[in-house]
């Protein structure tokens, strides 16, 4: 009997993590087109190195730039969804090294609260 155990528990283990895989690649879709149609590839970028218009910097950071800098920060999905939500100050640049934009417009009239939560969460688990 035990001889069945192996490939019957290899065959659950290769069925869940090829489901967990689609799964995946379905919410990076649903998340691309989430992004698209609330405008955000406009100035964001998934990877680094996009150039941004006329040769100058991009104009707001990458997606796994982010993700980046803000692992670990407890605080960084609310942080995230409030930038989304209400914008960013032209004082407080802190992606100034990196960007050739300003600021960051409110974009409420753009993107559900629910959305940008969803949004912002598959950002910060971008490796």
Not at 23 to 44: I, P, Q, R, V, W
Not at 98 to 118: H, L, R, Y
Request: net charge positive; hydrophobic share 40%; aromatic share 8%.
């Amino acid at each position: 009997m035990s001889k069945y155990k192996s490939p019957i528990l290899f065959a659950a283990v290769l069925a869940l993590s090829s489901t967990s895989v689609f799964a995946s690649e379905k919410n990076d879709e649903a998340m691309k087109k989430l992004g698209t149609k609330a405008g955000c590839f406009t100035c964001h970028a998934i990877e680094p190195g996009a150039a941004g218009p006329n040769g100058l910097k991009p104009i707001g950071p990458a997606w796994k730039e982010i993700a980046a800098r803000y692992k670990g920060d407890k605080k960084a999905e609310k942080v995230l969804i409030a930038e989304v939500m209400d914008g960013t100050s032209p004082y407080n640049r802190h992606w100034q090294d990196k960007t050739s934009g300003v600021a960051m417009p409110p974009n409420a009239v753009a993107i559900s609260q629910a959305d940008a939560k969803k949004l912002v969460r598959w950002i910060l688990a971008l490796k």
